[in-house]
């Protein structure tokens, strides 16, 4: 047996074990310097993801101008143009009536009549102490011509002749007296026939046959019927004091009623109280409006609506974007470089989703809506285009 030890005739050699330890080296610094790599890539990521994150994100709106001009809507209430209540002027027992509530009537058209048995029997003795009044003044005028002819001589006085001619001059006036009161009792028979005083209709019939009538109005008689004019109406709006200067004689407005809400009416101002009222801050407008077809009612409700015109330095933004702070009420706008700018500005009028801006910004102006909380002047914030703009600016 051989003493030599025995060797593989494949054994790696010394160097090329050294080269794989190298390159095994060189694979593990690789991998660690690619981990470090990718961690600090997250990590500037993370970083300007954060950041980005702190920038608010704010949508813009363009301040817009209505080429319509706003509108102003108000209640009123519909009146007849002429109405008149009808009240007797004799007593007496109603005897008939001929038109009831809705019934059309020319002027003078008979409505009712009034029985007067009281004011006949005065008619009849004032007749009679005509004739007697006329009896003695022909009597006096008799014997005032026969002491006038004796005038003159010696057998009577001038005294006597005197009471003779006065007496008949009292006499006559007694005569005219009584015609007098015949005449006014016989006027006062007329107004038993109640008659309408103008075209119109009859909105209210308030007595019957064989009621008790008293003349007069208030406590003492009681409204027989009422007549009004309705081939048009009035219209009486409370206008709130700013709103005033804007709605003149002259002004039109739509009309709506609820009985006819998909109707449409046009009414005119045609007299305003220019007075304001200091327990509600508005003043009394008068409109006009047609009411040939007989739709509308007096007494009604109705609703106007009234386009304003249009101011040349006004404009509109969604009341969302105001700011209400110790600085008062303002705006805030993008400027320059991204960054906020905060501006004060003045409200003309207040449409509930919108308002309207007298002064503070100009057309130009990029308006942030709905602010976020804590937005101060000077922040840089990001623009977030949404689906909407996106859309414009395709």
């Given at each position: 047996?051989?003493?030599?030890?025995?060797?593989?005739?494949?054994?790696?050699?010394?160097?090329?074990?050294?080269?794989?330890?190298?390159?095994?080296?060189?694979?593990?610094?690789?991998?660690?310097?690619?981990?470090?790599?990718?961690?600090?890539?997250?990590?500037?990521?993370?970083?300007?993801?954060?950041?980005?994150?702190?920038?608010?994100?704010?949508?813009?709106?363009?301040?817009?101008?209505?080429?319509?001009?706003?509108?102003?809507?108000?209640?009123?209430?519909?009146?007849?143009?002429?109405?008149?209540?009808?009240?007797?002027?004799?007593?007496?027992?109603?005897?008939?009536?001929?038109?009831?509530?809705?019934?059309?009537?020319?002027?003078?058209?008979?409505?009712?009549?009034?029985?007067?048995?009281?004011?006949?029997?005065?008619?009849?003795?004032?007749?009679?102490?005509?004739?007697?009044?006329?009896?003695?003044?022909?009597?006096?005028?008799?014997?005032?011509?026969?002491?006038?002819?004796?005038?003159?001589?010696?057998?009577?006085?001038?005294?006597?002749?005197?009471?003779?001619?006065?007496?008949?001059?009292?006499?006559?006036?007694?005569?005219?007296?009584?015609?007098?009161?015949?005449?006014?009792?016989?006027?006062?028979?007329?107004?038993?026939?109640?008659?309408?005083?103008?075209?119109?209709?009859?909105?209210?019939?308030?007595?019957?046959?064989?009621?008790?009538?008293?003349?007069?109005?208030?406590?003492?008689?009681?409204?027989?019927?009422?007549?009004s004019e309705v081939k048009q109406l009035r219209v009486y709006a409370q206008v709130p004091q700013n709103y005033a200067p804007s709605i003149h004689i002259g002004t039109t407005a739509t009309l709506t009623v609820p009985e006819y809400p998909n109707q449409q009416f046009s009414a005119r101002v045609v007299a305003s109280a220019d007075s304001v009222s200091s327990g509600s801050g508005t003043t009394l407008v008068q409109l006009l409006v047609d009411n040939s077809n007989g739709k509308l009612m007096p007494g009604g409700f109705a609703s106007l609506n009234f386009t304003l015109p249009v101011a040349a330095d006004s404009l509109?933004?969604?009341?969302?974007?105001?700011?209400?702070?110790?600085?008062?009420?303002?705006?805030?706008?993008?400027?320059?470089?991204?960054?906020?700018?905060?501006?004060?500005?003045?409200?003309?009028?207040?449409?509930?989703?919108?308002?309207?801006?007298?002064?503070?910004?100009?057309?130009?102006?990029?308006?942030?809506?709905?602010?976020?909380?804590?937005?101060?002047?000077?922040?840089?914030?990001?623009?977030?285009?949404?689906?909407?703009?996106?859309?414009?600016?395709?």
């Amino acid at each position: 047996m051989s003493s030599e030890t025995a060797f593989p005739t494949n054994a790696p050699s010394r160097r090329k074990l050294v080269a794989a330890g190298v390159i095994g080296v060189l694979i593990a610094l690789g991998v660690v310097a690619a981990g470090i790599t990718l961690r600090a890539v997250d990590a500037r990521k993370l970083k300007t993801w954060t950041d980005a994150q702190a920038v608010p994100t704010v949508s813009l709106i363009e301040p817009m101008r209505d080429p319509k001009g706003p509108s102003l809507q108000l209640p009123g209430r519909l009146e007849a143009y002429s109405q008149a209540p009808i009240f007797a002027r004799v007593n007496g027992y109603l005897k008939s009536w001929t038109v009831d509530i809705g019934a059309p009537v020319k002027a003078g058209q008979l409505l009712a009549e009034i029985e007067t048995p009281e004011l006949d029997q005065q008619i009849l003795q004032a007749r009679a102490d005509l004739q007697t009044a006329q009896a003695n003044a022909v009597v006096a005028g008799t014997t005032a011509k026969r002491w006038q002819a004796l005038s003159g001589t010696d057998s009577v006085a001038q005294q006597d002749v005197d009471l003779r001619t006065a007496d008949y001059a009292a006499k006559e006036a007694i005569v005219a007296s009584a015609k007098a009161n015949v005449e006014r009792l016989v006027a006062t028979k007329g107004f038993a026939r109640i008659v309408a005083p103008f075209d119109g209709m009859v909105t209210a019939r308030d007595t019957d046959v064989g009621a008790l009538i008293n003349a007069g109005s208030g406590g003492a008689g009681q409204q027989l019927f009422a007549v009004s004019e309705v081939k048009q109406l009035r219209v009486y709006a409370q206008v709130p004091q700013n709103y005033a200067p804007s709605i003149h004689i002259g002004t039109t407005a739509t009309l709506t009623v609820p009985e006819y809400p998909n109707q449409q009416f046009s009414a005119r101002v045609v007299a305003s109280a220019d007075s304001v009222s200091s327990g509600s801050g508005t003043t009394l407008v008068q409109l006009l409006v047609d009411n040939s077809n007989g739709k509308l009612m007096p007494g009604g409700f109705a609703s106007l609506n009234f386009t304003l015109p249009v101011a040349a330095d006004s404009l509109r933004v969604p009341a969302s974007a105001l700011v209400f702070d110790g600085r008062g009420v303002s705006l805030a706008t993008l400027g320059e470089n991204s960054r906020v700018l905060f501006k004060k500005v003045k409200i003309d009028r207040d449409f509930g989703d919108s308002v309207e801006i007298g002064s503070g910004i100009t057309a130009n102006d990029r308006v942030i809506d709905a602010p976020p909380d804590g937005l101060v002047d000077g922040e840089t914030v990001q623009v977030a285009v949404t689906d909407k703009k996106a859309a414009a600016h395709g």
